[in-house]
């Protein structure tokens, strides 16, 4: 989040404070020149959380107070509001007279600002990766009615596994625009390299405006420098108005032409030549990956746009929402089976089920196939709906006949599940049994036409 351009020096580090409100204070995550942020247990939820805090001793008919108010009411009014993967939950606002303080989901990670120079840059697809779970986050925090305005490397925080990016979540709303608010409201407020000229001018914003500060971060990410840059403000603000950003062909090799243009779309000065919203945005990012227009990191690693992508596009989860799919992604165990895998044997005790998301199983009863399930359809949903043991007891053998990708759950999964998304699975499975008991009824009421 942007401070005023007069602050007051950062003070000499305090002492840890034991307590906030009814948080118990761990350690020290980070400190600026108007507000600290602690990690703290929240002992109600029985899990660590970050605390934002503003700075003790603030003046309070000061400059710098005046717009940390602002700040912290703008993020205070998002209190359980946006409940996104992607983004950080803000769980509580507390208005205490000396020192407001905000309480957050805590996110055990590094800004993606590590990964802005030339000497620690990320493989493409991890870039492209990233861009796509921003946009889809950012489409859904603006149909909230929610506007971030800054966008940029230190307010997007990197779950890593190792030195690679599993994962990326948005903070500091701050600076965000309620369109639901109807408190007056800070203008021309960002991160000066990675503001829109329209945000410049302090019009009126829509989406197009943080899609141009995504892309700028995109920019920094790929290039190891930022589109626009200089020592002073009056020269970025300058290249941001006048100036066309390099290509990236030309700043690093393995950039593709799509890739250059799509970004350099999305900066574009005059916002009606950007991607109209978010959705397209993103799609044109996972249609990057699905081109193969970026190069591999890994050839083996399925990354999660291509699983989300793959979702949306089935049957089973057609009443599904982006918020939904993305814990399906994450919490369900994806498997490559070969032909001839036995996913069920006759007589086997299990508790899991499969959707097919690709390839094809043969269901055999007796030595007889009696039924082939493609991509779309579900197999042994009755370990998740059996109301006792022996329903579990598969009565046939299920093999694959085509190389398969399965989607695989277990009760013990599906109740990690929000009460949201269980539901609708439970939806998806009575459409299954529907459809299955009317093919059932056909073939006793129809014989010869089944056959």
């Given at each position: 989040?942007?401070?005023?351009?007069?602050?007051?020096?950062i003070?000499?580090?305090?002492?840890l404070?034991?307590?906030?409100?009814?948080?118990?204070?761990?350690a020290?995550l980070?400190?600026?020149?108007?507000?600290?942020?602690?990690?703290a247990?929240?002992a109600?939820?029985?899990?660590?959380?970050?605390?934002?805090?503003?700075?003790?001793?603030l003046?309070?008919?000061?400059?710098?107070?005046?717009?940390?108010?602002?700040?912290f009411?703008?993020?205070?009014?998002?209190?359980g509001q946006?409940?996104?993967?992607?983004?950080?939950?803000?769980?509580?606002?507390?208005?205490?007279?000396?020192?407001?303080?905000?309480?957050?989901?805590?996110?055990?990670?590094?800004?993606?600002r590590?990964?802005?120079?030339?000497?620690a840059?990320?493989?493409l697809?991890?870039?492209?990766?990233?861009?796509?779970?921003?946009?889809?986050?950012?489409?859904?925090?603006?149909?909230?009615?929610?506007?971030?305005?800054?966008?940029?490397?230190?307010?997007?925080?990197?779950?890593?596994?190792?030195?690679?990016?599993?994962?990326?979540?948005?903070?500091?709303f701050g600076?965000?625009?309620?369109?639901?608010?109807?408190?007056?409201?800070?203008?021309?407020?960002?991160s000066?390299?990675y503001?829109?000229?329209?945000?410049?001018?302090g019009?009126?914003?829509?989406?197009?405006?943080?899609i141009?500060?995504?892309?700028?971060?995109?920019?920094?990410?790929?290039?190891?420098?930022?589109?626009?840059d200089?020592?002073?403000?009056?020269?970025?603000?300058?290249?941001?108005?006048?100036?066309?950003?390099?290509?990236?062909r030309?700043?690093?090799?393995?950039?593709?032409?799509?890739?250059?243009?799509?970004?350099?779309?999305?900066?574009?000065?005059?916002?009606?030549?950007?991607?109209?919203?978010?959705?397209?945005?993103?799609?044109?990012?996972?249609?990057?990956?699905?081109?193969?227009?970026?190069p591999?990191?890994?050839?083996?690693?399925?990354?999660?746009?291509?699983?989300?992508?793959?979702l949306?596009s089935l049957?089973?989860?057609?009443?599904?929402?982006?918020?939904?799919?993305?814990?399906?992604v994450?919490?369900?165990?994806?498997?490559?089976?070969?032909?001839?895998?036995?996913?069920?044997?006759?007589?086997q005790?299990?508790?899991?089920?499969?959707?097919?998301?690709?390839g094809?199983?043969?269901v055999?009863?007796?030595?007889?196939?009696?039924?082939?399930?493609?991509?779309?359809?579900?197999?042994?949903?009755?370990?998740?709906?059996?109301?006792?043991?022996?329903?579990r007891?598969?009565?046939?053998?299920?093999?694959?006949?085509?190389?398969?990708t399965?989607?695989?759950?277990t009760?013990?999964?599906?109740?990690?599940?929000?009460?949201?998304?269980?539901?609708l699975?439970?939806g998806?499975?009575i459409?299954v049994?529907?459809?299955r008991?009317h093919?059932a009824?056909?073939?006793?009421?129809?014989?010869?036409?089944?056959?």
């Open positions: 989040m942007t401070t005023p351009a007069s602050v007051a020096p003070p000499r580090l305090a002492e404070p034991p307590q906030i409100g009814k948080y118990r204070v761990l020290r980070g400190e600026g020149a108007t507000s600290e942020v602690f990690l247990h929240d109600f939820r029985g899990c660590n959380v970050a605390i934002k805090r503003v700075r003790m001793g003046l309070p008919d000061s400059p710098e107070a005046h717009f940390q108010r602002r700040f009411a703008a993020e205070a009014a998002l209190v946006l409940i996104h993967p992607n983004v950080v939950q803000i769980l509580d606002a507390v208005a205490d007279d000396e020192a407001p303080y905000l309480v957050m989901e805590y996110v055990d990670g590094v800004t993606l590590r990964f802005c120079r030339a000497d840059l990320l493989p697809d991890q870039i492209v990766e990233i861009g796509f779970k921003c946009a889809m986050a950012l489409a859904y925090v603006y149909r909230q009615g929610v506007i971030h305005r800054d966008v940029k490397p230190a307010n997007l925080l990197a779950v890593m596994d190792g030195d690679q990016v599993v994962d990326v979540k948005i903070t500091d600076s965000a625009f309620n369109q639901a608010s109807e408190v007056t409201q800070v203008y021309r407020v960002g000066l390299a503001m829109s000229p329209e945000q410049l001018d019009d009126t914003l829509d989406c197009r405006a943080d141009y500060s995504l892309a700028a971060v995109l920019y920094h990410l790929i290039a190891g420098r930022p589109p626009f200089a020592t002073r403000q009056a020269a970025i603000m300058h290249q941001i108005y006048k100036l066309e950003p390099a290509s990236l030309t700043l690093r090799e393995g950039v593709s032409q799509r890739l250059d243009d799509l970004v350099l779309q999305a900066l574009a000065k005059d916002r009606a030549q950007r991607p109209a919203d978010w959705e397209q945005f993103a799609a044109a990012l996972s249609a990057l990956v699905t081109d193969h227009e970026v591999r990191a890994s050839l083996q690693r399925v990354l999660d746009s291509e699983r989300f992508n793959l949306r049957e089973f989860f057609q009443g599904f929402g982006d918020v939904e799919l993305w814990e399906v994450h919490r369900a165990r994806w498997q490559r089976l070969p032909y001839g895998h036995a996913i069920y044997r006759k007589g005790e299990g508790d899991d089920f499969h959707i097919l998301a690709g094809s199983v043969d055999y009863r007796d030595g007889e196939r009696v039924a082939r399930l493609v991509m779309g359809d579900s197999v042994g949903e009755m370990a998740y709906l059996a109301p006792n043991p022996e329903l007891v598969h009565a046939a053998e299920v093999l694959v006949s085509e190389p398969a399965t989607i695989a759950f009760p013990q999964t599906l109740s990690q599940l929000s009460m949201a998304t269980r539901h699975f439970d998806a499975f459409k049994l529907v459809r008991l093919a009824h056909e073939a006793l009421a129809h014989p010869r036409r089944i056959l």
